[in-house]
T-cell receptor, first 112, second 115 residues
Framework: NAGVTQTPKFQVLKTGQSMTLQCAQD?????MYWYRQDPGMGLRLIYY???????DKGEVPNGYNVSRLNKREFSLRLESAAPSQTSVYFC???????????FGPGTRLTVL | QKEVEQDPGPLSVPEGAIVSLNCTYS??????FMWYRQYSRKGPELLMY????GNKEDGRFTAQVDKSSKYISLFIRDSQPSDSATYLC???????????????FGQGTILTVHP
């Protein structure tokens, strides 16, 4: 099992450009999450999907959109990137034990 | 004030030392308490998972939860250089519905164990 996979691993954007971060899990989990991690800030929830067909805002949703494409895939889109969105982005999934989240390897995004 | 507060460190200890990592929280609805370990340039991985107050031991690791004081701790005995990582506490209210599984993380403590 690959667990949680994320693409791309690294990305550099210019201000105003758009991009989509991809995430997939092969653990048959219902719930999926997108976080951003900044120095000294821990992990902050951007959006989550409790089950296929539902999405909800987390702590820092502004500037982002998400799509739960199917049970396996959950994408995060930046429509118009800003330097404040420079961060490391993690996707995670969880099964019946909600607090036990499994994380992907992360995407390092730099917005110039 | 953040819902979960964690001393970011950094913490540097010699090999073999006992390490104590701590978090305080303000939301009395939290019932599930976790510690995640994150190696450099990797995603976090679950280390300890506890429900409500009490202690849980797993090898060299012990997690303690004191809900009356809104305080949780992780102890590492006989620390090893391989324990060098960032340790994140996380909490969940564990309610049903769409909020189930949502975690609130502390800022993370950077730990270095030197030989």
């Amino acid at each position: 099992n690959a667990g949680v996979t994320q693409t791309p691993k690294f990305q550099v954007l210019k201000t105003g450009q758009s991009m989509t971060l991809q995430c997939a899990q092969d653990m048959n989990h219902n719930s999926m999450y997108w976080y951003r991690q900044d120095p000294g800030m821990g992990l902050r929830l951007i959006y989550y999907s409790a089950s296929e067909g539902t999405t909800d805002k987390g702590e820092v949703p502004n500037g982002y959109n998400v799509s739960r494409l199917n049970k396996r895939e959950f994408s995060l889109r930046l429509e118009s990137a800003a330097p404040s969105q420079t961060s490391v982005y993690f996707c995670a999934s969880s099964g019946w034990r909600g607090g036990e989240q499994f994380f992907g390897p992360g995407t390092r995004l730099t917005v110039l | 004030q953040k819902e979960v507060e964690q001393d970011p460190g950094p913490l540097s200890v010699p090999e073999g030392a006992i390490v104590s990592l701590n978090c305080t929280y303000s939301n009395s609805a939290f019932q599930y308490f976790m510690w995640y370990r994150q190696y450099s340039r990797k995603g976090p991985e679950l280390l300890m998972y506890t429900y409500s107050s009490g202690n849980k031991e797993d090898g060299r690791f012990t997690a303690q939860v004191d809900k009356s004081s809104k305080y949780i701790s992780l102890f590492i005995r006989d620390s090893q250089p391989s324990d060098s990582a960032t340790y994140l506490c996380a909490m969940s209210a564990g309610a049903g519905g769409t909020s189930y599984g949502k975690l609130t993380f502390g800022q993370g403590t950077i730990l270095t164990v030197h030989p």
